[in-house]
């Protein structure tokens, strides 16, 4: 009896062992590989670009976008910053920033060059204002590169704290003058850049 | 007055449905065996944005089990089984394939020398692959199907069975998308048993 089960056991292998694998191409598909590019390849520090991931399967499989499945991580986060959504974000400085897309050991990445914010400036359609009047201010900002460009929804719009209580301030640069006279400072920024500017309320 | 506690309750609710369970079991032996098969399976694939694709592959296994019961009667039995495939279904390399299964089988003695039976039951296995996200894929599957076991002498039997086994295999991720896959075979079971 000790025997039995190995003897009866070695036919049964050398059974399975009939099936050969004809070593054909399988039916279902598979990854094959994965592709990162960017809508622009330069960007000002205030900016977004939008970074994307396609994926590529074998067999004829339609291509996919798979911006919101890969892993994004940006190379130097001082420069840009990525979310998972793909969307690269100027930081406080500028330079070059490879961002890649990786899922597993599949990815691809891109070099997005980011310019600085070198100066801004605090503009308003008037100086002189009257009380309860609401204004739109802006907010400009010059970059490395010498372009200018409206950054008004970017920076940090702060009112002087002793108006405080007559006006307001919102964070797209919408002034409500209040119903006090006097004056009213306006300071913008962002990370180390800052701008100021004064009006002037009356009646 | 006669009072009847909650806990002889239980023990009779216990007691009536372990009689059934008793009775199908009362010749119950152990018993070992081996089997093989060999049969065509029939897959489905799925691939994403694609129609399905159908292939045949031949599938070889061999099994050994483990099972309690009666020839006559009702058993239960494990089967532990190894196979492949003759052709690649889910890689470039479709390799080794293992298996669990749990099967309830009833025999019939209706004194003709053998015991049909039918049996049911479910199952696991793993095939690997050489993908590229993951190196095995698992599978589980429901089958049903007859038989008939020969009595030969000294404990042991031969049994033949065929049955039909419906398997759903894993989806096979592939970075947003995935592959869905089933397969179906009805295999024919030659194999011999060891009653203790």
């Given at each position: 009896?000790r025997y039995d089960?190995?003897?009866?056991?070695?036919?049964?292998l050398?059974w399975?062992?009939?099936g050969?694998n004809?070593?054909?191409?399988?039916?279902?598909?598979?990854?094959?590989?994965?592709?990162?590019?960017?809508?622009?390849?330069?960007?000002?520090?205030?900016?977004?670009?939008?970074?994307?991931?396609?994926?590529?399967?074998?067999?004829d499989?339609?291509?996919?976008?798979?911006?919101?499945?890969?892993?994004?991580?940006?190379?130097?986060?001082?420069i840009?910053?990525?979310?998972?959504?793909?969307?690269?974000?100027?930081?406080?400085?500028g330079g070059?920033?490879?961002v890649?897309?990786t899922?597993?050991?599949?990815?691809?990445?891109?070099r997005?060059?980011?310019?600085?914010?070198?100066?801004?400036?605090?503009?308003?359609?008037?100086i002189?204002?009257?009380?309860?009047?609401?204004?739109?201010?802006?907010a400009?900002?010059?970059?490395?590169?010498?372009?200018?460009?409206?950054?008004?929804?970017?920076v940090?719009?702060?009112?002087?704290?002793s108006?405080?209580?007559?006006?307001?301030?919102?964070?797209?640069?919408?002034?409500?003058?209040?119903d006090?006279?006097?004056?009213l400072?306006?300071?913008?920024?962002?990370?180390?850049?800052?701008?100021?500017?004064?009006?002037?309320?009356?009646? | 007055?006669?009072?009847?506690k909650?806990?002889?309750?239980?023990?009779?609710?216990a007691?009536?449905?372990?009689?059934?369970?008793?009775?199908?079991?009362?010749?119950?032996?152990?018993?070992f065996?081996?089997?093989?098969?060999?049969?065509?399976?029939?897959?489905?694939?799925?691939?994403?944005?694609?129609?399905?694709?159908?292939?045949?592959?031949?599938f070889?296994?061999?099994?050994?089990?483990?099972?309690?019961?009666?020839?006559?009667?009702?058993?239960?039995?494990?089967?532990?089984?190894?196979g492949?495939?003759?052709?690649?279904?889910?890689?470039?390399?479709?390799?080794?394939?293992?298996?669990?299964?749990?099967?309830?089988?009833?025999?019939?003695?209706f004194?003709?020398?053998?015991?049909?039976?039918?049996?049911v039951g479910?199952?696991?296995g793993?095939l690997?692959?050489?993908?590229t996200l993951?190196?095995s894929?698992s599978?589980?599957?429901?089958?049903?199907?007859?038989?008939?076991?020969?009595p030969?002498?000294?404990?042991?039997d031969f049994e033949?069975?065929?049955?039909?086994?419906?398997?759903?295999?894993e989806?096979?991720?592939?970075?947003?998308?995935?592959?869905?896959?089933?397969?179906?075979?009805?295999?024919?079971?030659?194999?011999?048993?060891?009653?203790f």
């Open positions: 009896m089960l190995p003897i009866l056991l070695l036919p049964l050398l399975t062992g009939c050969e004809a070593g054909n191409r399988p039916i279902a598909g598979d990854i094959d590989s994965i592709k990162v590019e960017a809508n622009a390849t330069a960007m000002a520090a205030t900016a977004s670009v939008q970074v994307s991931a396609r994926a590529y399967y074998t067999l499989i339609p291509d996919r976008n798979v911006t919101e499945d890969v892993e994004w991580l940006s190379s130097n986060t001082t840009a910053t990525v979310d998972g959504l793909g969307v690269v974000r100027g930081g406080s400085a070059n920033v490879t890649s897309g899922y597993e050991s599949f990815g691809g990445s891109v997005i060059t980011v310019y600085a914010l070198k100066s801004l400036e605090a503009v308003s359609p008037e002189n204002v009257t009380q309860e009047q609401t204004l739109r201010l802006h400009l900002g010059t970059f490395e590169d010498g372009s200018k460009r409206d950054v008004s929804d970017a940090v719009w702060r009112l002087g704290k108006q405080e209580n007559n006006a307001s301030l919102e964070q797209n640069g919408t002034l409500y003058t209040g006090a006279n006097g004056t400072d306006i300071n913008i920024s962002r990370y180390d850049v800052n701008a100021s500017l004064r009006l002037y309320v009356t009646p | 007055m006669i009072t009847t909650k806990g002889d309750s239980v023990k009779r609710v007691i009536l449905l372990l009689l059934p369970c008793a009775a199908a079991f009362a010749e119950a032996q152990l018993y065996g081996a089997d093989c098969a060999g049969a065509s399976e029939y897959f489905t694939v799925t691939n994403p944005g694609t129609d399905p694709e159908e292939e045949k592959a031949l070889n296994s061999a099994q050994i089990k483990a099972g309690y019961g009666d020839i006559k009667g009702y058993a239960l039995e494990l089967d532990f089984g190894y492949r495939y003759d052709k690649n279904i889910f890689s470039p390399k479709d390799t080794d394939y293992y298996y669990f299964d749990l099967s309830l089988i009833k025999a019939f003695d004194h003709i020398g053998v015991f049909p039976f039918f049996k479910f199952g696991t793993e690997e692959v050489d993908r993951v190196n894929i599978s589980g599957s429901f089958y049903g199907g007859i038989g008939t076991y020969i030969i002498a000294f404990g042991f033949a069975s065929v049955i039909y086994r419906d398997k759903s295999w989806d096979l991720q592939m970075v947003g998308a995935q592959v869905e896959s089933g397969s179906y075979i009805v295999e024919p079971y030659l194999g011999i048993d060891y009653r």
